[in-house]
């Protein structure tokens, strides 16, 4: 998504590669973490003992502090959302010459 993202956006001239290149940045993400949690895989190792490096679950919070963070997560979408409304508004009508120079802080 991200390949396809670059491609319309660069070469078709569109402006709805942002969408794609969000979900594919997302699906990156995701899966990245997920194969890091497999297998107890080591993120960070330690040179001077192996048993002591860092994976997902020894480097990660308290109990609490995942939890809090779950709950935050649930957030998202609705955050995404905000963004998707006010980016709409925005582009309903283009900014004018006359709107920059009328206002004292542009440069």
Known sequence: MLLYAFYITL???SKKGIWFS?????LTVVS???LLGFNQTTI?????DIASSLTIENSSGTHYTLTVMSYVS????FVLGYIYLVWKVMDRE????????SDHHHY
């Open 22 to 26: 969000g979900v594919g940045t997302v």
């Open 11 to 13: 070469f078709k001239a």
């Open 94 to 101: 283009p900014i004018t010459s006359e709107e920059i120079e």
């Open 44 to 48: 960070y190792p330690s040179l001077s």
């Open 74 to 77: 649930l957030m998202v979408p």
């Open 32 to 34: 990245l973490l997920s």
